[in-house]
T-cell receptor
Framework: AQSVTQLDSQVPVFEEAPVELRCNYS??????LFWYVQYPNQGLQLLLK??????LVKGINGFEAEFNKSQTSFHLRKPSVHISDTAEYFC????????????FGAGTRLFVKA | DAGVTQSPTHLIKTRGQHVTLRCSPI?????VSWYQQVLGQGPQFIFQ???????GRGNFPDRFSARQFPNYSSELNVNALLLGDSALYLC?????????????FGPGTRLTVT
């Protein structure tokens, strides 16, 4: 079975500071990895995804993530955050064997302070 | 192009009642997935439909059912509502291209069971 653990439920950070949101996953088979963002009262928006190839993935809004197979991690980073980045962030995994089921972590609330 | 649309936006039901939630995928998308997001948690996979057939089911009771129509829109039905069914129900659509694909989420239907 697959599982996703987001290690921080809340991350407060000052504007223009760097941030890292941590995600670890468990799976006995190969998976695809995703980060989504959810703004209040909205659905989920894809930030970035890792399917194969380069382990450093760049996404929208200046976010990037690094896939580490040995540590089964997929941490999300941004070098300088803005107030508008305040939102809930979800890490997710999906089997790459043709199945459609996506497993989400519990989410990390990023709060950017002025 | 219109994104994924869901109706209604909000819904209040009482215990024991039945509810139907609707989803229209992005034009050209043939797959629809349903997720339940309880407050403070990540989305949990309920169903996946592709070409009008169920292709995946999460760990939800038989009170939950769904179907996909010839125009690829979908309905999620929940019978005998319980207080614990209160949640944001998200629909996501995707266009299957090989084994890597992206899901696009709608804004969700907020269901409150009293």
């Amino acid at each position: 079975a697959q599982s996703v653990t987001q290690l921080d439920s809340q991350v407060p950070v000052f504007e223009e500071a760097p941030v890292e949101l941590r995600c670890n996953y468990s799976s006995s088979v190969s998976v695809y990895l995703f980060w989504y963002v959810q703004y209040p009262n909205q659905g989920l928006q894809l930030l970035l995804k890792y399917l194969s190839g380069s382990t450093l993935v760049k996404g929208i809004n200046g976010f990037e993530a690094e896939f580490n197979k040995s540590q089964t991690s997929f941490h999300l980073r941004k070098p300088s955050v803005h107030i508008s980045d305040t939102a809930e962030y979800f890490c997710a995994v999906r089997l790459n064997t043709g199945g459609f089921k996506t497993i989400f972590g519990a989410g990390t609330r990023l709060f950017v302070k002025a | 192009d219109a994104g994924v649309t869901q109706s209604p936006t909000h819904l209040i039901k009482t215990r024991g009642q039945h509810v139907t939630l609707r989803c229209s995928p992005i034009s050209g998308h043939k797959s629809v997935s349903w997720y339940q997001q309880v407050l403070g948690q990540g989305p949990q996979f309920i169903f996946q439909y592709y070409e009008k057939e169920e292709r995946g089911r999460g760990n939800f009771p038989d009170r939950f059912s769904a179907r996909q129509f010839p125009n690829y829109s979908s309905e999620l039905n929940v019978n005998a509502l319980l207080l614990g069914d209160s949640a944001l129900y998200l629909c996501a659509s995707s266009y299957i291209m090989g084994s890597s694909y992206e899901q696009y989420f709608g804004p969700g239907t907020r269901l409150t069971v009293t």
